[in-house]
């Protein structure tokens, strides 16, 4: 019989499996087709579960796909900043006008972006990207996605630098 420390654990002893994150990571190149409707990638289809929130961007520069969990912690969010302040409403007017809940995939896993939000944010780009955005999932034109990108790179020194000083706080 082999004796063990009181520190170390034994072989048969198992780590319980952690709960699947809800962190969306990775980037994909897609296309929508005729009908406005989009591939969303397994792995982001198996974490946004059954029904989920079609909604634009915090910017309206994208559209954002939310698990309905954390679209329902953004509501709240918006709920504690209060409906007394103009600019807000008039913020959430236009927010609420293009989201859309209780979305599902369909059975090849695309999920139709409807026309109002497409129209306003994709305009008439068929050529899309989707990333993981932490907590949703976030599809931009593939236009979109190129300046962001060169824009991203230009500014990298200044992020790298302001990440240091972070880092040394």
Sequence with gaps: MTETNPGEARAEETVPLKKPSLRFIGSYNHSLDNKGRLVIPQG??????ETFCIAPSFDFNSIAVYPTEMWEKRNQTYERLGNLNPALNRYLEQFYALSFDDQSCDAQGR?????????????????VEITGANDHVRIVSAAVSRTGWDSFRQELPDLLQLIAGLEQA
């Design 111 to 127: 999920i139709l972006l409807p026309v109002n939000i497409r129209t306003k944010i994709l305009q008439e780009e068929r050529d």
């Design 44 to 49: 982001f289809r198996e974490k946004l579960g």
